[in-house]
């Protein structure tokens, strides 16, 4: 796909920079697509689905249990049934939780998408859902929904998951990658703002940090490859809000990893640490009800 899009962009580029700059911007812009996980489809079927239609586009979503709401917001690329391992623990520590399908993404049709339709859909599915308990978000939608909360998105608590500091830092190496000149570029990015609504320069989460005070956690590996460590402390100190660092887990690992959503679960519930280990650990659960019982 690489070579490629170099040599259609090498052909377009001096004879037809307007199409290059249409090519490049819907390479850009479409996300790959991505399988759910082993087990992700059976929980799909037993939440309450609803469909909505955000900038013209439909927007797939799945709700379970009763109670606050949490929402969780998957990153580029991805789908909401990548939170398989964070839905049956919230419920069971009293919460609805719902997920959604970006524009673009997983159940919706293929197409171009971007952090700003991130954060209008979270928006609209918050409409219609009902108020946010908690966001926790993940990779670009962790950047969209910084957006969010700059438009007024209120979450009584905010969960960031290997958050990018600046989205448009994909840009260039993207550019680099495929050979595109620096007029097109140019007129790349003029596309797309107009087609996105926001500008470029809006897209620096750190810039996005609420006046009223908003419990935020941050979690990121220090060896992401994808997001650099440094985002995740930048936006920490930017937000004021906690860091919470682990090694080993690259930048999905967080999304299976147990003591992760150990401690999300725990800052977005406030559940006491036995309760939430419970939820989140078959092994303890099980050792908890024998224990309760041979109290009884």
Known sequence: M???????????QPLAPDFAAWLGERLFFTPPRQSLPDGARSLLRRGRRFRITV??????????????????????????????????????????????????????PHGMSSAPEFARALQAVVELCGPAHAVVAHSLGAAAAGLAVNWGLRPGRLVLLAPPMDVTEFFEP?????????????RLVARSTRRIGVDWSELDVRRHAPKEPLPLLVVHDVGDKVVPFADGVAIAEAW???????????????????EVLRTVAAFVTGAAPEDVAAAVDPAAKAERWLWERYRR
């Open 2 to 12: 690489l070579s490629l899009a170099r040599l259609a962009l090498g052909t377009a």
């Open 55 to 108: 900038d013209g586009k439909p927007v797939q979503g799945w709700r379970w249990g009763r109670g606050p709401a949490v929402y969780l917001l998957h990153g580029w690329g991805g789908r909401g049934g990548r939170y398989l391992h964070f839905i049956e623990p919230l419920t069971e520590l009293g919460h609805s939780v719902v997920v959604f399908d970006a524009p673009g993404h997983g159940a919706n």
């Open 174 to 186: 993207f550019a680099r990658a495929v050979g595109m000149t620096p007029e097109v570029m140019a």
């Open 240 to 258: 004021g809000g906690q860091l919470h660092a682990t090694e080993g887990l690259g930048h999905t690992g967080l999304l299976r990893d147990r």
